[in-house]
């Protein structure tokens, strides 16, 4: 019911966008979260966004280099990540949860029941 793409190898500086295909069963009333995983550590928040998409939250790392966004009339989350570093590799992966707040936004990876396949991102010279 998720899926997640655009992934990719991209040099260090450069610019990908993420994309998270929501099936319309669950897009409407959700919140939605990017996560992602690098090898041999654990799952980390990347950015989430709200069900109106009024209220955002980036992690510390990503902060003014990546932007959470979403098209309700296209059901798709879109994370456009630029200026990347090596440190940024890793699979990356949208969930959704349920909600009837359209401003709350989730942070943590335990309340969300729905995800998405993941979608590896490479950044290397």
């Known amino acids: 019911q998720l899926q997640a793409s655009g992934g990719g190898l991209v040099q260090p500086g450069g610019s990908l966008r993420l994309s998270c295909a929501v099936s319309?069963?669950?897009?409407?009333?959700?919140?939605v979260g990017w996560f992602r995983q690098a090898p041999g550590k654990e799952r980390e928040i990347v950015a989430a966004?709200?069900?109106?998409?009024?209220?955002?939250y980036y992690a510390d790392s990503v902060k003014g280099r990546f932007t959470v966004s979403r098209d309700n009339a296209k059901n798709t989350v879109y994370l456009q990540m630029n200026s990347l570093k090596p440190e940024d590799t890793a699979v990356f992966y949208c969930?959704?949860?349920?909600?009837?707040?359209?401003?709350?936004?989730?942070?943590?990876?335990?309340?969300?029941?729905?995800w998405g396949q993941g979608t590896q991102v490479t950044v290397s010279s």
């Open positions: 319309g069963s669950i897009f409407s009333g959700n919140a």
């Open positions: 969930a959704a949860e349920p909600t009837i707040s359209r401003y709350y936004v989730y942070t943590d990876g335990n309340e969300y029941d729905y």
């Open positions: 966004i709200s069900w109106s998409g009024g209220r955002t």
